[in-house]
């Protein structure tokens, strides 16, 4: 590999660092010579001395990317001196000369081959590469680049294929601080990351993103309904319709896109990326239907006509303060807003028709130069993310004056650096370390609105905050609040999901949700969760966000009732464009797997079975075995697992969930599944309607740890056909035994004579049964 | 059973593993480093059902602990409760009559059985670990990591804990014993410096490179015949990605002992404490035994931090045998009356003797390697304190290694008298807590030998501890020293009579303390 190598320092020098390699030292008392830093070393700098059997480095190999100090479980190794690494090669943001009315992209990519391949010569190709982690799609980053750096686009849109199918759109619309380039090596290390979005966005620039193809015939016979055609949507309705679905998909927009065309203005996403997804879909046969929403209460009856139904509806409620004065006339949300501002930038509505508190007077043209109408057009903009600066700055195209009121810290706010930077120079104010305390009205109605009758909102009093620490809420200081003049406020705070849907989505939280527990064992050793956050990722946890993202992932790919699945903002609420799709894609890989069959059609029998054992002495997992062994007889595809290695992505991939358990406690005060087990059945994510069946080894009675076991996974929403406890006199035919009864329950006679010749046709054959 | 059951769910899409390319780890090597060292399958002690589900179990530990914890909670609420007769108090009694022995045949016969169970690390884990026995995942505590300007002096830095304490308990006659209160005072002083240091340093810093005994234990342990919890399948380990037993998984923490079974040569390092053994996601770890000494002649890798701290040890336990001398009491009198010292032990004999002793260990040794070494040895590795090698390391670092069993065999027969002559008044003392016992209990005057026998047992462990280190030194000579030196037959003539020459030294001490007696 050795992307960079001797080159690379030579240009670290060229970039104005020092001379000397990065000095390594490995701490011979500690190191036990596990070698977690030699496999993951991106420059082949560290090996192993035979002898002592403890690493040693290279240092004139080493570029200082610190990733061995991450990796090194005893804190054996410590790494001093510069990144050896090329100076980031810039992208230029635009800022139109006259702002008023022009909607181009103000960020630009790489316009040429030069900045491009500079740009790739700076990764590391690390062998563990963090920034996949990064990336809520998991984008094979390295191997893109890669491919740039061969120049290779075919290669790099296969690549990109495999895991998204936005790199347009994701490229213009991530925030990459806190996802891939937050969590590249040099960023890690303390350093500038690789532009990873400059270069995706360079690929899909250079050659567009293929159209859809049918990839499979898995779905050939399916007809599935996606409610939403936002990113979550498109990701559903691309994989279906690459499958060979025959997909509906319902928008309750007059166009599609969602979020995309209507929340993301032009200048960040120009209408043209936006569209692109859409394009292709109806040009590959995705039926659209605009202008029909779907509320809660229709979903039995799309359920009833299509095979499976994909929800991603999103979370479009916005969120309000609850303010004196907030239902004044001129305080609106940043949803009618920005559907308001895009219908008069791309001109088809006057802004006195749409938007008329803050339209000039009959006849007055925008002016560039505000204070010479003495602030006769302000908005106040509540809150100070990316929704608020997307306001804010598509306010100063409409020839407004936009102040942001956010009260939390600047160095804490979850605002996209660049995006506040490029508002800044727009003109936009924003005030950290501010909240409104109440909104006043001035005289009479604002005329020509429909809400005659109320006064309109006239003054805003802004009292100052104070934050601490990023993990605490910010304190409202006594002191007397600032009047502000203002036309309108628009709360720009964030959304929150539909109550109505979230009855019809169990688990799904209103709010963002930390993972709890034992992080995956992976993440930890890539090192990506280890050190301090960087500078460049604004001290952002980036390895604890990204694996936070990982829960929303897992949950999409569990039904959250036969055959209704969901991704999204719907199931996850606010959150990105990426999770969004990722999400779509991983409903949609387990739908097709579990083969949904609306009624009337028939259904196909089960196949693949999830065996899961919680054993103490090993009669457990016996039992587990024998009853594994005589489903893979009759040719289902059997996965036996103990319980602690079984979690949500486990539980996706089966549509039959075995769950045994040995029992606990006496039998005069009563018998229970095993503590373990009891913790994993009470953890449980939502089971959407899978079989599930129960068993249990016990040595006097298992009294009701059966109908615990049952209920904990019903709770859950599975659908608990079977049960049995065996004894320890027992014999293993017992475990045969309640096998071929789960036979009779899941697989109908004939499907599972189907079955069986299938089985007997492939490897495996049906040896076991004549056991 | 024919059964083509999918043992993992490879079916499921992650497109994360896609992306990782680790490079294979460096295998060369690995079979000459560890042939000599490893275990034998067949001493796996995990193999039988009932002892691997005792390990397993999370509160292995705890109750290990928890007797030695009421223990020694007791020994120092009767230093200040109890009756000031020390003979008489329990907290002394079992203190210096029985359990200062007992750790040390535990160290001879197990290795480092006593960490596993020690109330001292065990009562500042459970406070940094905020549990008694669960697995938890955030750690009370600054978490640090002992700095390596430190740490280097590994093995070291407990044999200067370990002088310091002596001197100290010389100096106040706690293990006399002396008044039972001194003895709670330094129970209270070792519990609070566990503390402050499990409090500021992460995992158990203190026991690796602070505690007292870490040193004596660790080096004398290496006779024992508990391997420790060691790989069952190397190539498992060096092909696992995550390794849970270092860093901890969700059913055990990473070793606390900076330790990796994957390349564990000797009991050393081991604590016992079985967090690998819970953590492997594998099963590849398991509790081995060992035949007696494996671990003193095993190991490639010799550590020059052990082999100070032997020759210091050394240097101390023959100090403690002099200071019994007459010859001793008549020095140690004159230089207090010079430096105006109030009492015994002069710090100025105590540390000059023991820096004596391990020079004699040592200059013995590097006139072995000026006489034998060969003229074509060339040393290219510089470094620190512990990395760097010489011609006089070459030799030093195996022969202290070989006088291991002397020094353990001295370190067991000094404690001997005070076990063999008072260890009965263990039971007038518990009577006397509840008020029933007094120094007038035949118990309590009841010695399990006279003087005369204990200095034929002391001689006879002596004899015994010479014999096991000429062996393990000729074995030492042959695999380490043979091959860098001239003349074979010198080289081993001579190791063999450094053995031979502190094993009478010891020995005829031995007698000439009872004759001082």
Same mark, same amino acid.
Do not use: Y
């Given at each position: 590999?050795?992307?960079?190598?001797?080159?690379?320092?030579?240009?670290?020098?060229?970039?104005?660092? *020092?001379?000397?390699?990065?000095?390594?030292?490995?701490?011979?008392?500690?190191?036990?010579?596990?070698?977690?830093?030699?496999?993951?070393?991106?420059?082949?700098?560290?090996?192993?001395?035979?002898?002592?059997?403890?690493?040693?480095?290279?240092?004139?190999?080493?570029?200082?990317?610190?990733?061995?100090?991450?990796?090194?479980? +005893?804190?054996?190794?410590?790494?001093?001196?510069?990144?050896?690494? *090329?100076?980031?090669?810039?992208?230029?943001?635009?800022?139109? /000369?006259?702002?008023?009315?022009?909607?181009?992209?103000?960020?630009?990519?790489?316009?040429?081959?030069?900045?491009?391949?500079?740009?790739?010569?700076?990764?590391?190709?690390?062998?563990?590469?963090?920034?996949?982690?990064?990336?809520?799609?998991?984008?094979?980053? #390295?191997? +893109?680049?890669?491919?740039?750096?061969?120049?290779?686009?075919?290669?790099?849109?296969?690549?990109?294929?495999?895991?998204?199918?936005?790199?347009?759109?994701?490229?213009?619309?991530?925030?990459?601080?806190?996802?891939?380039?937050? /969590?590249?090596?040099?960023?890690?290390?303390?350093?500038?990351?690789?532009?990873?979005?400059?270069?995706?966005? +360079?690929?899909?620039?250079?050659?567009?993103?293929?159209?859809?193809?049918?990839?499979?015939?898995?779905?050939?016979?399916?007809?599935? !309904?996606?409610?939403?055609?936002?990113?979550?949507?498109?990701? /559903?309705?691309?994989?279906?319709?690459?499958?060979?679905?025959?997909? @509906?998909?319902?928008?309750?927009?007059?166009?599609?896109?969602?979020?995309?065309?209507? =929340?993301? #203005?032009?200048?960040?996403?120009?209408?043209?990326?936006?569209?692109?997804?859409?394009?292709?879909?109806?040009?590959?046969?995705? *039926? $659209?239907?605009?202008?029909?929403?779907?509320?809660?209460?229709?979903?039995?009856?799309?359920?009833?006509?299509?095979?499976?139904?994909?929800?991603?509806? =999103?979370?479009?409620?916005?969120?309000?303060?609850?303010?004196?004065?907030?239902?004044?006339?001129?305080?609106?949300?940043?949803?009618? +807003?920005?559907?308001?501002?895009?219908?008069? $930038?791309?001109?088809?509505? @006057?802004? !006195?028709?749409?938007?008329?508190?803050?339209?000039?007077?009959?006849?007055?043209?925008?002016?560039?130069?505000?204070?010479?109408?003495?602030?006769?057009?302000?908005?106040?903009?509540l809150g100070g993310g990316n929704t608020a600066m997307d306001v804010a700055r598509s306010a100063r195209r409409l020839g407004i004056e936009a102040t942001c009121v956010e009260w939390l810290d600047r160095r804490f706010a979850p605002v996209r650096p660049d995006e506040l930077a490029e508002a800044e120079a727009e003109g936009v104010e924003v005030r950290f370390l501010h909240t409104l305390v109440r909104l006043e009205g001035g005289d009479g109605p604002a005329p020509g609105t429909a809400t005659a009758g109320r006064s309109t909102v006239r003054r805003a009093y802004l009292a100052t905050t104070i934050q601490e620490s990023p993990t605490t809420l910010p304190k409202v200081q006594r002191a007397k609040p600032v009047e502000v003049p203002v036309d309108m406020v628009v709360m720009a705070m964030g959304y929150r999901n539909d109550p109505d849907f979230t009855k019809v989505l169990p688990g799904t939280p209103l709010k963002r949700v930390a993972p709890a527990g034992v992080p995956d064992r992976s993440w930890m050793a890539s090192g990506v969760l280890a050190g301090p956050a960087s500078p460049f990722a604004h001290s952002r946890p980036v390895g604890t966000l990204a694996l936070g993202r990982e829960v929303g992932i897992q949950a999409a790919a569990l039904p959250f009732r036969d055959r209704l699945f969901a991704a999204g903002d719907a199931v996850v609420g606010p959150s990105t464009v990426v999770e969004a799709m990722a999400q779509g894609r991983a409903a949609v890989r387990s739908l097709l797997a579990s083969q949904p069959r609306r009624p009337g059609r028939p259904t196909v029998a089960p196949s693949r079975v999830l065996v899961c054992y919680e054993s103490n002495g090993g009669r457990t997992e016996t039992a587990a075995r024998a009853i594994a062994g005589a489903l893979t007889g009759r040719g289902a595809q059997v996965t036996a697992l103990p319980l602690k290695r079984v979690g949500a992505r486990e539980l996706a991939a089966a549509d039959v969930v075995i769950v045994g358990s040995w029992v606990e406690g006496f039998v005069v005060a009563g018998v229970h599944p095993a503590r373990r087990a009891r913790d994993w059945l009470a953890a449980l994510p939502h089971l959407g309607g899978k079989k599930a069946a129960v068993f249990c080894t016990y040595a006097v009675s298992p009294k009701a740890a059966l109908a615990e076991m049952a209920a904990a996974l019903e709770k859950a929403g599975a659908d608990v056909v079977a049960h049995a406890g065996f004894s320890r006199n027992g014999a293993p035919s017992d475990a045969v035994g309640f096998a071929r009864e789960l036979l009779a329950l899941c697989w109908p006679a004939g499907v599972e004579a189907q079955r069986a010749q299938a089985a007997a046709a492939g490897a495996g054959g049906t040896r076991a049964v004549t056991r | 059973m024919a059964l083509s059951v999918q043992e993992e769910a490879t079916r499921i899409a992650d497109p994360v593993p896609v992306a990782v390319h680790l490079r294979p780890p460096v295998r060369k090597g690995v079979t000459e480093r560890f042939s000599s060292s490893d275990v034998q399958p067949s001493l796996e002690v995990t193999r039988f059902p009932l002892v691997a589900r005792l390990i397993r179990n999370r509160k292995f530990q705890f109750f290990l602990i928890l007797p030695n914890q009421i223990v020694f909670w007791a020994v120092v609420l009767l230093g200040f409760v109890g009756t000031a007769d020390p003979g008489l108090n329990f907290g002394t009694a079992i203190t210096w009559y029985v359990w200062f022995c007992l750790v040390f045949v535990m160290m001879v016969v197990v290795g480092r059985a006593w960490c596993v169970m020690c109330p001292f690390g065990g009562f500042a884990e459970w406070i940094q670990r905020r549990t008694f026995w669960k697995r938890t995942q955030k750690s009370l505590g600054l978490g640090r990591k002992f700095p390596a300007r430190l740490a280097r002096y590994g093995f070291l830095i407990p044999v200067v804990s370990f002088l310091i304490l002596t001197w100290l308990e010389e100096f106040f006659n706690i293990a006399g014993p002396g008044n039972p209160i001194a003895t709670s005072f330094m129970v209270i002083g070792i519990v609070a410096s566990a503390l402050v240091f499990f409090m500021v340093f992460e995992r158990r810093t203190f026991c690796r490179y602070i505690c007292p005994l870490s040193t004596l234990i660790g080096s004398v342990g290496s006779m024992g015949s508990v391997a420790g919890f060691r790989t069952k399948d190397r190539e498992v380990c060096l092909s696992c990605t995550t390794k849970d037993c270092m860093r901890g998984s969700a059913d055990g923490y990473g070793c606390p002992w900076y330790t990796w079974p994957g390349s564990a040569d000797s009991n050393l390092y081991c604590g016992l404490c079985s967090e690998c053994y819970k953590s492997c996601p594998e099963g590849n770890v398991g509790l081995f035994l060992q035949k007696p000494l494996t671990s003193v002649v095993a190991p490639r890798r010799r550590r020059i931090d052990v082999a100070w701290g032997i020759a210091l040890l050394f240097g101390l336990v023959l100090y403690q045998q002099f200071n019994a001398t007459n010859v001793f009491a008549a020095i140690d009198n004159w230089l207090n009356t010079e430096l105006h010292f109030p009492q015994y032990p002069n710090p100025v004999d105590y540390l000059g003797f023991i820096i004596v002793g391990a020079a004699l260990v040592s200059g013995v040794a590097w006139l072995v390697s000026k006489a034998f070494a060969n003229r074509s040895l060339r040393f290219d590795q510089p470094g620190n304190f512990i990395e760097k090698k010489s011609q006089f390391r070459t030799y030093f670092m195996p022969i202290a290694y070989g006088l291991i069993p002397i020094v353990g065999a001295d370190y067991f027969a000094r404690q001997l008298p005070k076990f063999l002559k008072y260890s009965p008044r263990v039971v007038p003392a518990v009577m006397h807590i509840f008020g029933f016992a007094s120094a007038k209990s035949s118990l309590f005057h009841l010695s399990i030998m006279t003087n005369g026998w204990i200095v034929f047992t002391q001689v006879a462990v002596i004899v015994v501890g010479t014999l096991a280190s000429a062996w393990s030194m000729w074995r030492i000579t042959r695999r380490e020293l043979v091959s860098v030196s001239r003349g074979h037959i010198g080289i081993y003539m001579s190791t063999l009579a450094i053995v031979l020459a502190s094993g009478a030294a010891t020995a005829v001490l031995y007698v000439i303390m009872h004759a001082a007696n």
């Open positions: 590999m050795t992307v960079l190598d001797t080159a690379g320092a030579a240009q670290g020098t060229q970039a104005g660092q *020092t001379n000397g390699h990065p000095h390594v030292s490995i701490f011979a008392d500690r190191c036990a010579g596990c070698q977690e830093c030699v496999v993951r070393c991106p420059e082949e700098a560290l090996s192993m001395n035979s002898e002592l059997w403890i690493a040693v480095a290279d240092e004139t190999k080493c570029v200082g990317c610190r990733q061995c100090v991450r990796t090194c479980p +005893f804190s054996a190794i410590t790494v001093s001196g510069p990144l050896i690494v *090329t100076a980031r090669t810039a992208v230029t943001t635009q800022h139109p /000369a006259r702002i008023e009315g022009d909607v181009s992209e103000t960020r630009s990519g790489f316009s040429t081959w030069d900045e491009a391949l500079a740009e790739a010569s700076r990764c590391l190709s690390c062998p563990d590469p963090t920034c996949v982690r990064g990336c809520p799609a998991h984008n094979d980053i #390295p191997g +893109f680049i890669s491919a740039v750096a061969d120049k290779d686009l075919e290669r790099a849109h296969t690549i990109l294929r495999r895991t998204t199918l936005l790199p347009d759109v994701c490229s213009r619309v991530c925030d990459q601080s806190a996802q891939c380039e937050g /969590a590249c090596s040099w960023s890690l290390a303390g350093g500038t990351p690789v532009a990873i979005g400059a270069i995706e966005r +360079f690929i899909t620039e250079q050659a567009p993103v293929p159209p859809l193809a049918k990839t499979s015939s898995a779905g050939d016979d399916l007809s599935v !309904a996606v409610v939403g055609a936002g990113p979550a949507g498109i990701a /559903a309705a691309w994989d279906l319709a690459s499958a060979g679905a025959q997909v @509906t998909v319902f928008e309750k927009d007059d166009n599609p896109g969602g979020l995309l065309r209507w =929340g993301i #203005p032009d200048f960040t996403l120009p209408e043209a990326v936006a569209d692109r997804a859409w394009d292709q879909l109806r040009a590959a046969g995705v *039926t $659209l239907e605009c202008g029909k929403e779907v509320a809660a209460g229709d979903l039995d009856e799309l359920l009833s006509v299509h095979d499976a139904v994909v929800l991603t509806v =999103g979370a479009g409620v916005p969120m309000r303060l609850p303010v004196p004065g907030g239902d004044l006339n001129g305080v609106v949300d940043a949803t009618s +807003f920005l559907h308001a501002s895009k219908a008069v $930038l791309d001109g088809e509505a @006057t802004l !006195a028709s749409v938007l008329p508190l803050v339209a000039p007077a009959a006849g007055e043209a925008p002016q560039v130069d505000r204070a010479a109408t003495a602030g006769a057009h302000r908005i106040l903009v | -």
